[in-house]
């Protein structure tokens, strides 16, 4: 039997080796992968970093598109995230690879990061693996009305300025700003102000940096001065996540209301009619995350008491609807100023009528201004897709605009016949600009007749080559071609053109036309006679040559 001075000394012994002994399981680091496109980065790491201090999760199950939910679900937490994935558009991170359907969001990294999800809770280190994924160049701007709606509420022109410049930066939301708000309070975050280097070739640097350092810089929360130096001229930058008191952290706690999966939907509908409550140029610039919400909303959730008593509350508020409105006619974007329209229509604010009613004076202030662009002619296509504007059809402009392209254009849409068959014609105009606006109405709005369809043909292989003439063959490219008589004119079209552009127009137009009537070992040797010699490798012609030679 052990005497208590015999049992404290092998219990101090014992504390001893305990204390002295490393901690693996207490040390050990999560290291979480989102593998969208490239693997090279991922495998780096995974090779170069001890597996005693190390575990690797990767977040993406092939074939379950709640990839991300799950690992919320099973409460994995992650010290070092990787995320492999293209980010042109600043969006979502994607794959370049067909059988690769994987993608990340952005909203869905905004859900996991302000709602219970504890993925990102204790991150000391992401990495960003895709092009201009800290890019600080803001992806919106405060537009002039801003300014304006802060003078109509009583600012001076001074403070209205000074207030719209300060909505501008807060709201501005740069891809670097998005990374920040959603790895809040995060150390250290890499990524790329421009230009990412692809997998294999960022593999290949990883390495290079695995061999001159041991790795004990991974997961400490301190920027590595050799990573950085390493990635240097691929324009690899880093940031730290966005604190409680940084200037955008009231923004982030706004956007977490649209977020946060703890909020009921009543909660939201709720926190929407406070943003109503603000200036109207804050509440614009809420836009989005308004429209997200209300288009998440269905039949059902909207039948429900406690959110149809919200929306009820925010469909009485005279006050915020007139504020509302006044700023959304002042919209200087077309666009805007629809979308602002449709979303109060859906807060109960605009009965349909009054909707297309409001919609038709936002088009008849474009058709008095005369200054239509593209996609002011695409937006109104797009208005009047159910043929609703229809009773707006003979609506009257200036004498000095009635035969401009655009207005002929804006009317087409509304369905003016007159209007359709000038812009129809268009298509053969040898201005690139009428033929832009020809193109955006027959997107919406295609030929169905032939006759229509061959005149058109004919009058469009007619034109001086040129990239107006380049233009309206690819928007003859989305009809079946079947006409002899059309075919033929193309293929005189290609022998005659010094224009390789326009060669390869009329292939794109041959390639999904019906050539079952045209002779096909004839058109075989006419085409190789008469192509124009390519310096930028594999084109449309040779896609032609190999369908061609096919029996």
Known sequence: ?????????????????????????????????????????????????????????????????????????????????????????????????????????????????????????????????????????????????????????????????????????VHAESNRDHMRQVFKDVPVIYGFSSKAPLGPAAGAMLSRYFQSASGNEIGTGEASGRLLKLFAPSSMTVAAGLRDSDAQADYRRDVCHFADDRLSPAEKAAFVHQLLHREAAEARMFLGYIEKYIASLNDEARRTEDVSQALSAIAADQPAREKFLTFARDADDPAVRARMIAVARNLGWLSVSEQRAEWMAMIGEQLAQNAIRSADVDLACTLNRDGSLGAYRDLRVSTASNGAVPQAAMLACLGNETAQARIVHALSSPRDEDVQMAQIYLRHRPLAGAKELRDLTLAVAHMPSSDAQVRALNTLAAYRLSDRTSMEELLSLFSATKLIEVQRAVAGILIRGDLSAMPGVELLKRIRQSRLKSTDGEDMIDVLIRRLQRP
């Open 1 to 169: 039997m052990l005497t208590p001075l015999l049992r404290r000394a092998l219990l101090a012994t014992t504390l001893s080796i305990v204390l002295s002994a490393p901690d693996a399981l207490a040390q050990k680091k999560t290291v979480c992968a989102i593998t969208i496109n490239s693997a090279d980065e991922k495998e780096v790491f995974r090779r170069s970093l001890p597996e005693a201090e190390f575990d690797f999760v990767e977040l993406v199950e092939k074939g379950h598109p709640d990839w991300l939910e799950s690992a919320c679900s099973k409460r994995v937490r992650c010290d070092v995230l990787l995320i492999s994935g293209h980010f042109d558009d600043g969006t979502e991170f994607y794959s370049g690879r067909p059988d690769a359907p994987e993608s990340l969001p952005v909203e869905e990294m905004e859900r996991a990061s302000c709602s219970s999800c504890e993925l990102f809770s204790q991150l000391k280190e992401v990495y960003l693996f895709g092009c201009n994924t800290l890019d600080p160049r803001p992806l919106k701007s405060a537009s002039p009305e801003i300014a304006r709606s802060l003078v109509r509420s009583g600012y001076s022109q001074a403070d209205a300025e000074r207030l719209s410049s300060q909505l501008a930066q």
